[in-house]
């Protein structure tokens, strides 16, 4: 390896109700009207409400936004622009998951220079400055907390990703405490696509490197550990923060070393059938191993002994299929509605993922991905 390039989040705080001590980071900011982005489902959960109050007792004034929807539009950008805007923002407190933070990320980016989004769609086109952010997740699985991309869905429903440093948040507050009453199969679906952000980091064909690489194994280490338990007691504190923390060690991986096929083939069946992302990622991952095994069995070896199984790839792809079979979650194609008539299409659809696809150990063609959702349907 002749040189790397890593970034990531200059600062994070993991502790049991960070998300109440906000107020502090905020001021050191300069942070003194926040827009909070979320959605309308955290607030009704009473999750929002605490974090106001104790922004509010610290002497801020918060601004609220719940109008993010899963795979957000642009039109939610705008409206939290808009809203932040009104208020006199000049700050940005991303709370919940994946959806909310990408919205967070471009509204403070926005708020601190305007710019329009079709000219800072992909790698490196947006301009700062932006306004002071603060990431807290609400689920352990995006890792969007510590990345620097964020996707929103085009008004021809096409998914367009802007990629930038700008992006990472200055603070990334993990709260496990925020998590305790996610649902068993959001908890699942979030749960195994972190494991898949760690797998498909340590097996990238471009940009793997040794710091990666660490972060990837330590994140499968906890995420191993904790999986089925936090299934079995969702109230389970201590599964939790490993949850949220392996979560954030496989954004930080996957973020400078970047996904590959289990992703770019989860994409068509999340866009046709409207499935969740973690979800689709899961359906296609032991196919995407088995097929991937010829070009990286010596780096899912390892992974597997360093789980404290044997040194071989097929007992790590074995590990993977067993945890994903304990998930209360759907277990092929079929039970989300894909059909044998479906499968020319989203290989078709799959192989225009390339940013994606490049990453990937093998070269995989259109039979390729037709043959892999056939092995998943």
């Given at each position: 390896m002749s040189g790397f390039d890593f970034a990531t989040a200059p600062r994070i705080v993991s502790e049991?109700?960070?998300?109440?001590?906000?107020?502090?980071?905020?001021?050191?900011?300069g942070v003194r009207r926040p827009l909070i982005v979320t959605d309308a489902g955290l607030v009704a959960a009473g999750l929002v409400a605490p974090v106001v109050e104790a922004l509010v007792a610290g002497g801020l004034t918060a601004v609220i936004h719940d109008g993010v929807r899963a795979d957000p539009p642009e039109a939610d950008l705008r409206a939290a622009v808009e809203v932040a805007r009104g208020a006199g923002a000049d700050g940005v407190i991303g709370l919940g998951g994946g959806s909310s933070l990408d919205v967070a990320k471009l509204a403070a980016l926005l708020l601190g220079r305007d710019q329009p989004l079709s000219a800072i769609y992909g790698v490196g086109l947006a301009q700062g400055p932006r306004v002071p952010l603060i990431q807290i997740p609400t689920t352990a699985g995006t890792g969007s907390e510590v990345t620097p991309v964020a996707i929103l869905t085009t008004p021809d429903h096409q998914k367009a990703g802007v990629s930038s440093p700008l992006l990472l948040p200055d603070v990334a507050v993990l709260d496990a405490t925020l998590t305790l009453g996610l649902p068993s199969a959001?908890?699942?679906?979030?749960?195994?696509?972190?494991?898949?952000?760690?797998?498909?980091?340590?097996?990238?064909?471009?940009?793997?490197?040794?710091?990666?690489?660490?972060?990837?194994?330590?994140?499968?280490?906890?995420?191993?550990?904790?999986?089925?338990?936090?299934?079995?007691?969702?109230?389970?504190?201590?599964?939790?923060?490993?949850?949220?923390?392996?979560?954030?060690?496989?954004?930080?991986?996957?973020?400078?070393?970047?996904?590959?096929?289990?992703?770019?083939?989860?994409?068509?069946?999340?866009?046709?059938?409207?499935?969740?992302?973690?979800?689709?990622?899961?359906?296609?991952?032991?196919?995407?191993?088995?097929?991937?095994?010829?070009?990286?069995?010596?780096?899912?070896a390892e992974l597997s002994a360093t789980l404290g199984g044997a040194a071989t790839a097929s007992a790590f792809i074995d590990r993977m299929a067993a945890i994903i079979a304990d998930m209360p979650m759907a277990q092929r194609l079929s039970d989300v509605g894909v059909a044998g008539t479906d499968l020319d299409r989203m290989a078709a659809d799959a192989l225009k993922v390339q940013r994606l696809l490049i990453n990937n150990p093998r070269e995989v063609t259109v039979d390729d991905a037709r043959t892999l959702y056939a092995q998943a349907l």
């Open positions: 049991d109700g960070a998300a109440l001590r906000l107020a502090p980071l905020l001021a050191g900011l959001i908890t699942a679906m979030t749960g195994v696509d972190a494991m898949i952000h760690a797998i498909e980091a340590f097996t990238s064909r471009r940009l793997k490197n040794p710091v990666s690489d660490s972060l990837a194994i330590a994140a499968l280490k906890l995420l191993d550990r904790a999986i089925r338990p936090v299934i079995q007691d969702g109230r389970d504190l201590e599964a939790r923060r490993a949850m949220l923390q392996g979560s954030m060690l496989a954004g930080m991986a996957f973020a400078n070393a970047p996904v590959a096929a289990a992703h770019a083939l989860a994409y068509p069946i999340g866009g046709l059938f409207h499935q969740p992302h973690g979800l689709t990622t899961s359906l296609m991952l032991t196919p995407v191993m088995g097929f991937n095994a010829p070009a990286c069995g010596d780096q899912y």
